[in-house]
């Protein structure tokens, strides 16, 4: 199963998917992360592909005219390089139905779907007084973090928390579920092939 990574930001999700799944068997797949793409040009995870050795795209978002525009370069890309599954991590795009009705993707929300979806959900919880907050796998579909929840792993706030220390359980947690829900994804994806 040939998996890509899209990315716009640090990439830590995008390593940790790499160190977990990339050459591996896994429930009878043979996973490849065959390509990554990134939107943004000063993006930390650029340099990180390069020691990855995963070949990055940098495709720039705000070179395209409109979000149709950006959203078929993608589909493009994604059927240039035999991609089963795109993973979205930290992939900071509105996508349009020309990218959701084309391609399969999943991506990872740092907050229990449906609550706190869009921008800044980690900030978003944790001054919300919840005693709970998690992180949430799910298919993409046209409807920001809408699309059908894959799994979810719930992490506690707890009352000596900062929101440093909550968010770096936050990804801590997304580094356990988010391979998870990916080899998840693939095995749902090879059964229907
Ligand atoms: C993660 O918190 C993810 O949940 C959100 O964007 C962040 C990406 O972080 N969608 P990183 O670039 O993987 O470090």
């Known amino acids: 199963m040939r998996v890509a990574v899209f990315f716009s930001g ?7 998917i790499v160190k977990m799944l990339h050459k591996k068997e896994v429930d009878g797949m043979q996973i490849e992360i065959c ?15 390069e020691r990855l050795g995963i070949p990055c795209t940098l495709l720039e978002s705000s070179n395209f005219e409109n979000r149709e525009a950006f959203d078929t370069a993608l589909v493009n890309f994604v059927r240039a390089n035999s991609v089963d599954l795109v993973v ?6 509105i996508l349009t139905p020309i990218f959701t009705s084309a391609v399969k993707a999943v991506n990872i929300h740092p ?16 001054e919300s007084g919840a005693k709970i907050g998690g992180v949430t796998a ?5 409807e920001l ?14 009352s000596g928390d900062t929101l440093q220390t909550y968010e770096t359980r936050i990804h801590e947690a997304e580094y356990i579920l988010y391979p998870q829900a990916i080899v998840k994804a693939l095995k749902t994806l090879s059964d229907k092939a």
């Open 10 to 16: 640090r990439g830590s999700n995008f390593e940790n």
């Open 35 to 49: 390509a990554a793409l990134c939107n943004k040009k000063e993006a930390l995870g650029i340099k990180l592909s």
């Open 88 to 93: 979205l991590a930290g992939f900071m795009r």
């Open 111 to 126: 907050s229990l779907l449906p609550q706190f979806k869009g921008a800044n959900a980690i900030e978003k919880t944790f």
């Open 138 to 142: 799910h298919w993409v579909n046209d």
């Open 145 to 158: 973090d809408g699309g059908e929840i894959i799994d979810q792993k719930s992490v506690p706030i707890l």
